[in-house]
């Protein structure tokens, strides 16, 4: 296999202090950095991952100095690696309902992409918990795609996951490697997690990225992990196992043409 770009995913176990976290968000890039990383995906709520009035509090415009923003131009900066900042709390015009946001900033700290979460996660689960991420979240209405050392990126959030047109809508728009950073619930995670990741990898012909929150939260929320790196066949090849974590792979972009040649899927596209 011909090598090509190392990509790294963070799993995290963030929890309601967002100094706490960032400092989590440090140590994570850096290693990720030192195992030869270019590109950082950090987990949806990685700064945050407490009650929605402290979301509000927390929230913050990309292109001001908050803690978080300020933070993570620091570390790309520090690094010289791109982050791609999965769900962070970014100010809307409605002060009670922020954007769920992943942003992409370059090695020099410069804010490359955003991308806010479109599908919100009003679910009722068989356990009895019941979650209206609308009720405090503006949703976005845009799919987004970017550009990484010429590579195609497309970007999306957690519950996206179960939305392929979405997906499909990135594979229209020429992406490689699909990013796709969450806090799955460990009710949901279980059953659907993987599937879902390897079924998008492999309709998609795309690398996929998923980094993950793992264990217990404020408000009795608990996420699943695996953290996991798929190849467009759909294989795993890096996962994380249980608790925080660094994964580290090699996207070979050569491999992804043959597997596009070998079943050319996309070519044969009809609706």
Known sequence: MGRGPVWAAVQMSSQGDVSENLAAVRRAVGEAAERGATVVVLPEN???FGDEAGKREVAESLEG???IVTTLREISRARRVTVIA???PERSSDPERPYNTCAAFSPDGRLLARYRKIHLFDVDLADGTS???SASTSA???PVTMSIDA???GLSVCYDLRF???YRALSLAGVEIIVVPAAFTLVTGKDHWLVLLRARAIEAQAYVVAAAQWGKHPRGRHTFGKTCIIDPWGEIVAQASEGEGVIVASLDLDYLTRVRR???ALVHRKL
Do not use: I
Request: net charge negative; aromatic share 12%; no cysteine.
């Open 140 to 142: 976005g209405n845009a």
């Open 262 to 264: 070998k079943v050319p």
């Open 46 to 48: 990685f700064a945050y």
């Open 151 to 153: 590579v195609g990126v």
């Open 86 to 88: 999965g769900g962070l």
């Open 131 to 133: 979650y209206r991420e």
């Open 164 to 166: 392929p047109e979405l």
């Open 65 to 67: 100095d908050g803690p």
